[in-house]
């Protein structure tokens, strides 16, 4: 979700006072209890299953246990008793494996109605009835042996961010899980010109890691009419620690979606490629019906100075991750998606809703399991958050999170132009006066003696402690993707034209030290027939069409070329900021549109000795000084070749119109 980008869900804010907590017990939400260890709602064996409800303010809670996912009455209905730390619990003394559960929490004389609870781990279909599974049935062959690919450092990280449906519907994919978590775990599958698509392009491509758009339980998409094909990308969370159904093959079988969500990151894992989820636990898609307002009214989100809902999500409300519950289970989920889906990474949407102290925490325990698992988020809000700006993981108080990254739309509107507006361009458009914000994602957000922070586009300062916490980026799923973008801000732009300006984009991305991050499908050229917001477009607008992988043959091998070249050369990915400062110099260029740098002195141990890299948006030659010498050409004209290109000599250098040019001494 992004800043301007709000029509995702259109859920009316709804006044709090309607189910109020009881205030006879607690005068305020901070005095609520807090649940100790687990916050885990079914335990089951097969003498004997244990259901734990948090529900302070209740006056009754009942179980109700079903023998289906939908439809139907409940065979029994279980009262459940009060315990410590606000919790109600009860224990079925059967085997209950294969049944399914709902609560219903009593307020003030008022039934609030059904819930799976806020900690469902396996429900039926639309997620409605939480479901009695046994987890450790749902493991695929050989799950106890699946390992994290290696990844040495942050700075290693290149994220391909991927739609399931985007990515394997459209029948040109060749893959038969259309749509389908299992689409990730199909190897073999080409084009129609047996090309490589599915998991074997991203191998062939050479991306770390693959950023899955929401794939918990979301509420928009009706997993019992599948046929209807209608789209969304899932940001409307409705269970946050289970798969969803729509991406297994049976959304009626609890255990499917899970075993499938598994195998593919299993597969993922066996093709050397690690699994970042996008979680969405800023906002839900119901609010007076949400799981959270069933079951404790109020906690779980924050107020309006009147009472009402706050919204700075633009979807009706926003939770209260400083509220140590919310905190606990936010932390609680996250442990869960790395513990049970061996999840490598997390991407948070509108992080800038969350404080600090919440995603600090959320690092630390993620650590505790694997230090190399990657966070990072959207440093940014739709509307100010209900908290002091200085305490929310926005983006200008990255310096606060170590270890977590957010997206730099500095360096993305300076490439292309303001999120705002589509028709705008910027520095491709050959329009002066983006240079500065641009160096400022070249060397990752960080300071840098080099960078006039008094002309960057949106930051006047730099705001992360490392270049690993800037996500480097020109267009991602909630956007114009990067074709369209060019399309629509250089009138009349030829395909020649639009060719040589996607390479240069992505040169900049690829080269700068923060972490690279590409929109799924942009190596084939992708469209979305100009839809700048397609998050319920059909499949002809959102689908990848693999053909493109023939017709844009020359594009995919320069993506491929930059990967490698990042890959091959650590002064690409310093990670350090001190190395940035003494190794990154940027050179002076003459005008606009050309921005000009060397990573010198062998940068970060790489073989090259001095690699210079110039940026040249010009519709003509560009003029660099360089010192005299002999130089080894790696990237012209949109061709990229390790082995070299042919050389040049200084001192003065020509770059090509809107192209980049790689060469070292």
């Known amino acids: 979700m992004k800043l301007n980008n709000l029509v995702i869900i259109g859920v009316a804010a709804t006044t709090v006072a309607s189910c109020a907590p009881s205030k006879k017990e607690y005068a305020s939400y901070e005095l609520y209890p807090v649940r100790t260890g687990s916050l885990a709602e079914m335990e089951y064996a097969p003498a004997a299953t244990q259901f734990t409800l948090w529900s302070p303010t209740a006056d009754e809670v009942r179980l109700m246990l079903y023998d289906a996912g939908e ?75 699946d390992k994290r690919p290696p990844l040495a450092s942050p700075a290693d990280v290149i994220i391909y961010e991927v739609h399931h449906r985007d990515f394997s519907i459209d029948p040109s994919s060749g893959i038969r899980n259309k749509g389908k978590f299992l689409a990730m775990t199909e190897t073999g599958t080409v084009n129609p010109d047996k090309l490589a698509t599915g998991i074997d392009h991203l191998k062939e491509l050479g ?159 993620a650590t505790a399991v694997d230090p190399t698992i990657f966070i990072y988020g959207e440093g940014w809000a739709a509307s100010a958050p209900q908290l002091a700006q200085d305490s929310l993981a926005m983006k200008a108080n990255t310096y606060k999170m170590p270890g977590i990254a957010a997206f730099s739309d500095e360096m993305r509107d300076a490439l292309r132009g303001p999120f705002n507006d589509n028709r705008q361009g910027a520095f491709l458009a050959g329009l002066p006066g983006g240079e500065e914000s641009i160096k400022f994602g070249i060397v990752g957000a960080v300071r840098h003696p080099q960078v006039d922070n008094g002309k960057v586009n949106y930051s006047k300062a730099p705001w992360a402690e490392q270049p690993t916490q800037m996500i480097s980026y020109v267009s991602c799923h909630d956007d114009m993707c990067l074709v369209d973008r060019l399309k629509s801000s250089i009138p009349g732009i030829t395909p020649e034209e639009l060719a040589r300006l996607d390479k240069l984009a992505q040169t900049a991305v690829f080269t700068s030290q923060g972490v690279p991050f590409i929109y799924a499908g942009e190596e084939v050229m992708r469209d979305k027939k100009g839809v700048h917001n397609s998050y319920q477009s059909p499949d002809s607008v959102n689908a990848i069409d693999w053909k493109r992988k023939t017709e844009h043959a020359d594009v995919f091998a320069y993506y491929k070329g930059l990967i490698q070249l990042r890959k091959h050369h650590p002064a690409f990915r310093l990670g350090d900021a001190g190395l940035v400062r003494k190794h990154l110099e940027f050179l002076p260029a003459e005008g606009g549109n050309v921005v000009a740098y060397r990573l010198k002195e062998h940068a970060g141990g790489d073989a090259w000795g001095d690699i210079y890299v110039v940026l040249n948006a010009r519709k003509e030659t560009a003029k660099v000084s360089v010192p ?38």
């Open 71 to 145: 439809g139907g009455h409940a065979y029994e209905t279980v009262a459940m008793s009060p315990a410590e730390d606000g919790t109600w619990t009860a224990k079925v003394e059967q085997n209950l494996k294969g049944k399914f559960y709902t609560f219903n929490v009593k307020i003030n004389g008022k039934w609030l109605g059904d819930t799976p609870g806020i900690n469902a781990q396996a429900v039926g279909v639309n997620g409605k009835r939480a479901a009695v599974i046994d987890m450790r049935e749902t493991d695929p062959e050989d799950w106890a042996e």
């Open 207 to 365: 991306v770390t890691h693959v950023h899955i758009l929401p794939s918990y339980d979301y509420a928009s998409v009706d997993e019992s009419r599948l046929d209807e094909n209608k789209y969304n990308w899932g940001y409307d969370p409705q269970n946050y620690n289970v798969p969803d159904g729509s991406y297994a093959t049976d959304p009626y079988k609890p255990d499917v979606r899970i075993r499938e969500f598994k195998q593919m990151v299993q597969a993922l894992h066996k093709a050397g490629i690690r699994v970042v989820l996008d979680v969405v636990y800023n906002h839900t898609f119901n609010t007076a019906e949400s799981n959270f307002e069933r079951t404790v009214p109020g906690y779980f989100y924050r107020q309006a100075p009147d009472g009402g809902f706050a919204d700075a999500s633009a979807c009706g409300n926003e939770t209260a991750s400083d509220r140590p519950m919310m905190r606990k289970y936010m932390v609680e989920s996250v442990l869960h998606w790395i513990n049970e889906y061996h999840i490598d990474g997390f991407r948070f949407d509108l992080m800038g809703i969350h404080d600090i102290e919440t995603m600090n925490e959320i690092r630390k325990a």
């Open 628 to 665: 005299e010498g002999k130089y080894t050409v790696v990237c012209k004209d949109g061709f990229i070749s390790e082995k070299g290109l042919g050389t040049m000599y200084g001192p003065e250098i020509s770059v090509p119109a809107q192209s980049a040019l790689i060469f070292y001494k």
